[in-house]
Structure formats: structure tokens, C-alpha cells
Nanobody
Framework: QVQLVQSGGGLVQAGGSLRLSCVASGRTFSSYAMGWFRQAPGKERECVAGISWSGGSTGYADSVKGRFTSSRDNAKNTVYLQMDSLKPEDTAVYYC????????????????????WGQGTQVTVSS
């Protein structure tokens, strides 16, 4: 099965930046749509970004639009989430997720639409 390994979390002051990475094993990474989710204590897991396997289509939650950018390098089996202008309300555990898709244009925003998940990484933003 596909395995997703995350890195890049940590503690940062408000207004700062972090970049999360998600490295995938397997042969068909380029056929996987990827998503980024976050979950704060006591809250449901929510999608903050999605990216098609072609990299040509991306989408963002309103709460992060203009501040977060998702990208991918299929040759390196890696998806990134660049987080800029971080706010305390961005504090959460962040997860990458993947699902095989027949369409290179599509991405998905529902937790139930993904088959593979990274281990999660803590992002803490101090005020």
C-alpha cells in the first residue's frame, strides 16, 4: 500500500511561515490526488487544500486562501504545503492524504474520499 510520511511541523510565531512535506512510497504517486487536512483539539478534521495529480488544479479553504499554497513534485514523490502569515487559529495537527483517481484534473475535500493518510504533524502558532 501507499505510505505517506510527513515532516516540517513545529512552533512558529504569528506572522511566520512553515513548509510541510509529504513523501509517498509506491509507483503511481503521479496518479494520486492529494489533500491537506487539519484537526484542532475537540474539532472535526477539515480540508484546507487539495491538489490534482497533474498539479494543475488546486483549491483552498476560505480560512487559508491567500496564505497557504499546495504544490507537488511527482518526480520526488512529494507534496508540499507552504504556510505563510500564520495565525494562532491555524494551530492544529496537519495531515496529508491521497487517493488514486482516474482524472488528472480532480481534487477532493472530504475525509471519506481519501484512502491513504500521513501520520500527522503538529503546527503551533503563538501570538
Amino acid at each position: 500500500q501507499v505510505q505517506l510520511v510527513q515532516s516540517g511541523g513545529g512552533l512558529v510565531q504569528a506572522g511566520g511561515s512553515l513548509r510541510l512535506s509529504c513523501v509517498a512510497s509506491g509507483r503511481t504517486f503521479s496518479s494520486y490526488a492529494m489533500g491537506w487536512f487539519r484537526q484542532a483539539p475537540g474539532k472535526e478534521r477539515e480540508c484546507v487544500a487539495g491538489i490534482s495529480w497533474s498539479g494543475g488544479s488546486t483549491g483552498y479553504a476560505d480560512s487559508v486562501k491567500g496564505r497557504f499554497t499546495s504544490s507537488r513534485d511527482n518526480a520526488k514523490n512529494t507534496v508540499y504545503l507552504q504556510m505563510d502569515s500564520l495565525k494562532p487559529e491555524d494551530t492544529a495537527v496537519y495531515y496529508c492524504a491521497g487517493v488514486r483517481t482516474l482524472s488528472g484534473r480532480n481534487y477532493y475535500t472530504g475525509v471519506g474520499q481519501y484512502d491513504y493518510w500521513g501520520q500527522g504533524t503538529q503546527v503551533t502558532v503563538s501570538s
